[in-house]
């Protein structure tokens, strides 16, 4: 008998929770024509501002432009160095090379698979040894847990770099007392649909408590505006702006991210006790709450529990097949030389298990047993 696969991420669960508020909050920006900067895009930054703690938040029109417009405003380019890590997806390697400056690939823990300070500390030096001027670090909170800032900034403060978190799968999590996006300097996120925080198109935001720094990003995102308004252009900036309609839906999604986070929560608590015995399940640090944007295994016989899972109707993905670094955009990309062995590794092993708020028990317990039937075959 052929089994219905259960969705990876259930955007239509969502939408039937929110069905009549999100046409209406659609309806309401269509019928009041003011497309671009409506009222609802402040209202926005208003709210995330109140969420996650962080003075400033300036939407944007995805979490890519949002890290290159931080750069940016720093005025990072050609010569600089910016640490990122390898095991991490496209956008965090693209930001800096799109301006012209010289990522540099750092290994990441093997617990949380987040950027590795010791091999951030190893990094700066080979970048200076090569005549690059260190700059800045993008540590990313991989599947939603925040990495660990305050090594990372000890770190950086040794070596004057500027800290950009890279929230885009984090938003709404915790670190020590802290939401993402306000464990650095300055951060970024993404509204990309399947993201904790998701709109139905593409957006963006970046979180800074830096006045001088919001301003500028609030220019820059908006052709390089000055005080004299859409014409007055007093730097170079781009399109950047995160439509009305999508602040809007934003607006209603925001409204139930903390139950939402809640429920994802409750399923990572059962597949814990599910599968911890069997399985490297993720590891959370103290003082850490998960967005849980992924719930990511490490299996040695990866690809063959995958084809079994399929089969059972279990979708799952990987995330990420391979480091960045060795990415042919990438191509002879400057690396710590401490190695990116743990990156490396890492790609032959994840697997994510679907994950969202609204997978019931019913569903999890599907998850839980198939994937112990696939692993007990190999341990047996
Ligand atoms: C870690 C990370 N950084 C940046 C981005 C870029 O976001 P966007 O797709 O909105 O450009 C994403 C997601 O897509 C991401 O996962």
């Known amino acids: ?111 949380t698979f987040n950027l590795d300070p010791a091999s951030l500390e190893v990094a700066i030096g080979h970048a200076e040894r090569q005549g690059l001027r260190p700059r800045a670090v993008i540590p990313v909170d991989l599947f939603g847990v925040p990495a660990d800032y305050q090594a990372i900034h000890a770190i950086a403060r040794r070596h004057g770099l500027l800290v950009l978190q890279d929230a885009a799968q984090s938003y709404g999590a915790m670190r020590d007392g802290r939401r993402a996006g306000g464990h650095a300097l300055a951060g970024a996120t993404s509204f990309y ?53 999508q602040a809007a839906i934003l607006l209603e999604k925001l409204a139930i991210l903390d139950e939402e986070q809640a429920a994802r929560q409750r399923v990572a608590d059962r597949y814990e006790q599910g599968l911890s015995n069997l399985a490297a399940t993720p590891r959370v640090p103290e003082g850490v709450a998960s967005a849980w944007a992924q719930y990511t295994l490490r299996i040695s016989d990866r690809d063959a529990v995958k084809a079994e899972l399929a089969e059972a109707g279990i979708p799952t993905m990987v995330y990420y097949p391979k480091a960045l670094a060795d990415q042919a955009a990438f191509a002879g990309a400057l690396t710590s030389p401490g190695g990116l062995e743990v990156s490396r590794r890492l790609t032959g092993e994840v697997l994510s298990l679907p994950i969202h708020p609204y997978l019931d028990e019913a569903a999890q317990d599907r998850v839980v047993d198939a994937v112990r039937t696939a692993l007990l075959k190999r341990a047996g």
């Not at 969502?14 to 999100?22: P, T």
């Not at 935001?205 to 308004?229: I, Q, V």
Request: proline letters at 5%; one cysteine or more.
């Open 1 to 111: 008998m052929a089994v219905s696969p259960i969705p990876f991420v259930d955007l239509a669960a969502q939408r039937r929770r929110l069905e009549g508020r999100i046409e209406a909050a659609v309806q309401r920006v269509v019928a009041g024509g003011a497309y671009i900067m409506g009222p609802e895009v402040a209202e926005l930054e208003r709210r995330m501002g109140e969420h996650s703690g962080v003075k400033h938040v300036v939407s944007c029109a995805n979490g890519t432009q949002a890290l290159e417009l931080v750069l940016r405003a720093w005025g990072i380019g050609p010569g600089d160095a910016v640490f990122v890590p390898a095991f991490t997806f496209a956008a965090t390697g693209e930001a800096p090379a799109w301006l012209g400056a010289t990522p540099v690939f750092c290994d990441v823990e093997e617990q």
């Open 193 to 245: 649909p399947a993201k904790p925080l998701g709109c139905y198109g593409d957006g963006g935001a970046m979180l800074t408590d830096d006045d001088e720094l919001a301003a500028k990003l609030r220019s820059l995102r908006f052709h390089g505006m000055g005080g004299g308004g859409q014409y007055d252009n007093v730097q170079v900036g781009t399109t950047g702006r995160l439509d009305t309609i």
